[in-house]
């Protein structure tokens, strides 16, 4: 018999099937975006001061990063400035890539004037918002955007389709240059300035001096549904925000998603997310509404105790017969906002977060516990040098530390030193897993408030599961401190006040479905525990994120050893890898 021949067009048909049965069969697969960041000057004028900013393309805040779950990112960092730089993902789990985690003199050297750095990661099980910044000195002020996951191409999100998205991102201004703070207080031992203003999408807003035409403003419709991405990017407060008249549904935190719930009220930490569900009126409204946010502060030096506003603006009906009305002669409605200092209801926000645990987005909290560590958190002192006298507590200068270890920053970059075997005289693998000497931690503070200094790591074996229980202490008084690990997302099993009891505490820990975070803040003459697998080997800062604190040594890192199969084990360095 005779073979059969089909016609072209029928072939081409059959052809055409298979290949999209092929398609639908596999997962879309994720695409390579490129992104040029040019590190330069710009002019900006913020409460009528103008002066020159380190900015990315010459933007305040910089420009936003927007990817699908699986794509690959090509970031190339070029440095037209004076001052060295480094860009931290902050969120991204870079898996095996450390390389491109960013924090200058722990990952990489810095990018120096004139020189460039491509950063190369591919964004694996993630999505939802997270942000860019600067990781070196205080350039964060500035040099810091949105990062934004969208799902892979058809997959829903787990809750109803906004009708628009809109990143809203804090920020602190300050007249002077945040690099001229730091450096004076560093110099005397005392503490910082404050910033001027704080500022939404780069705008402070009308309560501010001479600021009502920077304002940023949100126009809606009514009977809509819009996803807000809130970043908190400010150096150093962690903020209450509100919008008068409208509840907000969280529906995610630090792009990971949560049980939806309401509230009047969100809580957010410098280094952290929450994307939440904005219901606008189902009829227009005939008024403005504030969006404000202002600090939770619960530590004794002093903050900027200021507050920053949006609106909120419905597009008016458009009617033939009567005109419409000017937006500003609208009634205005104020928002009410927790008390500065309201730790009851900062516990109640961060009690309702809860992982969405759904077959989709499991919640896979480590069950069984390898190792467990003790940290406590918090300031000290170091004494003055040159038998000078400083502006700390009784002459001292301040510090912070974890475990009384005040981290002492290398100057070449940790990750290379792990890499090539070459870590004598850069780092020891001796920091305390507990406190040398144990005390009341939230009590009466010790007479001797002098930390230690040294670069100090942790090393853990490939997939080691982590109980870290981080503690506040009441040295120089009790501190909210929001903790952000690297590399990893953690699962915060339990939280609470006092001292934590290693016999009673860990009965009550909820490792069924706790929320799933990167940066975590441990409560005020409190504790937190968090749970994570160390699947992801290298170099990685584990820092508070107020960076006051940072600067004063509250930092430390954690080596994660290679595993024995080839997709367990750290990538080679780039070629065009930054040298000190």
């Known amino acids: 018999?005779?073979?059969?021949?089909?016609?072209?067009?029928?072939?081409?048909?059959?052809?055409?099937?298979?290949?999209?049965?092929?398609?639908?069969?596999k997962p879309a697969l994720g695409i390579t975006r490129h992104y040029k960041f040019d590190i330069k000057l710009q002019n900006v004028t913020r409460l009528c001061h103008t002066k020159s900013i380190v900015s990315v393309n010459g933007q305040f805040p910089g420009p936003r990063i927007v990817a699908r779950e699986g794509d690959q990112l090509l970031i190339k960092v070029v440095n037209h400035v004076s001052k060295n730089m480094s860009i931290h993902w902050h969120g991204i789990r870079q898996l095996r890539t450390g390389w491109a985690d960013g924090?200058?003199?722990?990952?990489?050297?810095?990018?120096?004037?004139?020189?460039?750095?491509?950063?190369?990661?591919?964004?694996?099980?993630?999505?939802?918002?997270?942000?860019?910044?600067?990781?070196?000195?205080?350039?964060?002020?500035?040099?810091?955007?949105?990062?934004?996951?969208?799902?892979?191409?058809?997959?829903?999100?787990?809750?109803?389709?906004p009708h628009m998205e809109v990143p809203i991102i804090f920020g602190e201004w300050f007249n002077a240059d945040p690099e001229a703070i730091i450096s004076?207080?560093?110099?005397?031992?005392?503490?910082?300035?404050?910033?001027?203003?704080y500022t939404i999408n780069g705008l402070p807003g009308p309560l501010y001096n001479c600021s009502a035409e920077d304002?940023?403003?949100?126009?809606?419709?009514?009977?809509?549904?819009?996803?807000?991405r809130l970043i908190n990017a400010a150096l150093n407060d962690e903020l209450f925000f509100s919008i008068a008249n409208h509840s907000l549904t969280v529906v995610?935190?630090?792009a990971l998603y949560v049980k939806p719930f309401e509230t009047q009220t969100i809580l957010i930490a410098p280094g952290q997310t929450t994307n939440v569900l904005l219901k606008t009126k189902p009829h227009y409204p005939n008024a403005s509404f504030f969006m404000t946010a202002r600090p939770y502060a619960t530590g004794l030096g002093t903050f900027d105790n200021s507050?920053?506003?949006?609106?909120?603006?419905?597009?008016?009906?458009?009617?033939?017969?009567?005109?419409?009305?000017?937006?500003n002669k609208l009634p205005l409605y104020k928002p009410v906002l927790p008390a500065l200092n309201d730790t009851s209801f900062a516990t109640k926000f961060t009690n309702k977060l809860r992982s969405l645990n759904t077959p989709q987005f499991p919640a896979q909290v480590p069950q069984k516990v390898d190792r467990k560590f003790f940290f406590t958190i918090g300031l000290g002192t170091s004494p003055c040098e040159g038998n000078q006298t400083?502006?700390?507590?009784?002459?001292?200068?301040?510090?912070?530390?974890v475990n009384n270890v005040s981290f002492a920053?290398?100057?070449?970059?940790?990750?290379?030193?792990?890499?090539?075997?070459?870590?004598?005289?850069?780092?020891?693998?001796?920091?305390?897993?507990?406190?040398?000497?144990?005390?009341?931690?939230?009590?009466t503070p010790p007479n001797n408030t002098i930390v230690s200094n040294g670069t100090k790591l942790v090393v853990l074996p490939f997939n080691t599961s982590v109980e870290l229980v981080m503690q506040d202490t009441s040295i120089l008084g009790a501190e909210s401190h929001p903790l952000h690990l690297h590399g990893f997302n953690f699962f915060v099993v339990g939280q609470g006040f006092g001292n934590f009891d290693p016999n009673k505490d860990p009965k009550n820990f909820n490792l069924v479905d706790p929320v799933e975070r990167n940066t975590i803040g441990v409560p005020s003459g409190g504790w937190v525990a968090i749970r994570f697998l160390a699947d992801n080997p290298g170099v990685w800062f584990m820092h508070c994120h107020l960076e006051v604190h940072t600067s004063w040594g509250l930092k430390m890192a954690w080596i994660v050893l290679d595993g024995k199969l080839p997709n367990q084990k750290l990538l080679p360095p780039p070629a065009d890898l930054p040298k000190c």
Request: proline share 9%.
């Open 1 to 25: 018999m005779g073979a059969l021949v089909l016609p072209s067009k029928v072939l081409l048909g059959v052809l055409l099937s298979f290949l999209f049965l092929c398609l639908l069969s």
């Open 103 to 161: 924090p200058a003199y722990v990952t990489q050297c810095p990018i120096q004037t004139g020189q460039s750095y491509v950063y190369n990661f591919t964004i694996t099980g993630q999505r939802g918002t997270l942000l860019w910044h600067a990781h070196i000195s205080w350039l964060r002020a500035t040099v810091h955007g949105p990062l934004i996951i969208l799902p892979k191409r058809g997959v829903p999100y787990p809750f109803p389709k």
């Open 184 to 197: 004076q207080a560093l110099q005397t031992g005392g503490g910082p300035n404050v910033s001027d203003a």
């Open 215 to 228: 304002t940023f403003r949100l126009k809606v419709k009514p009977g809509k549904t819009y996803l807000l």
């Open 252 to 254: 995610e935190a630090d």
């Open 307 to 327: 507050t920053v506003t949006g609106i909120l603006e419905y597009e008016q009906p458009f009617k033939k017969l009567h005109p419409r009305i000017s937006i």
């Open 390 to 401: 400083c502006q700390g507590p009784n002459g001292t200068m301040f510090s912070a530390s």
């Open 409 to 443: 920053m290398p100057t070449t970059a940790l990750l290379q030193a792990h890499f090539s075997g070459q870590s004598y005289s850069v780092y020891t693998t001796d920091f305390p897993i507990d406190p040398a000497i144990p005390f009341n931690y939230t009590g």
